[in-house]
Every structure is written in structure tokens, then in C-alpha cells.
């Protein structure tokens, strides 16, 4: 997916999907911020950021997407 990123929620929930399986750490809030770093240059996370960590919050402890 890392070839083709757009500015929306869809394709950031994707990458960040992809990066979550690839990082191993217990602390979730800190994994989140390990795939922040590294979808820096998503679009999305660029032009939204405070929704992107919205949405990647609610992926992760309202969801309970990964377990």
C-alpha cells in the first residue's frame, strides 16, 4: 500500500494496519506512536493529524482491532 497513500481515512487506517502487525511492543500507546513515525509522510497524517490519532486510538481501544 506504501505505493499508492491518499489524503484520507481509509488509506491511512490501511498503512497503519500494515505497520501495527510489522512493530512489536507491549505498550500500545507507544506503538502508536512507533507507526506515526513511521507513516510520517502520509498525506493523511500530514494534512489531519489530530483525526488520524483519533481514528488509530479508536482502532485500537474501541475496536480492539489487534489483539
Request: charged share 40%; net charge negative.
Amino acid at each position: 500500500m506504501r505505493d499508492k497513500l491518499y489524503d484520507n481515512a481509509d488509506s491511512f487506517a490501511m498503512s497503519f494496519d500494515e505497520e501495527w502487525e510489522r512493530i512489536n511492543c507491549e505498550d500500545l500507546k507507544l506503538k502508536i506512536d512507533k507507526v506515526f513515525e513511521l507513516l510520517s509522510d502520509h498525506p493523511f497524517l500530514i494534512s489531519n493529524p489530530e483525526n488520524a490519532r483519533k481514528l488509530a486510538e479508536f482502532r485500537v481501544f474501541s475496536l480492539k482491532k489487534f489483539k
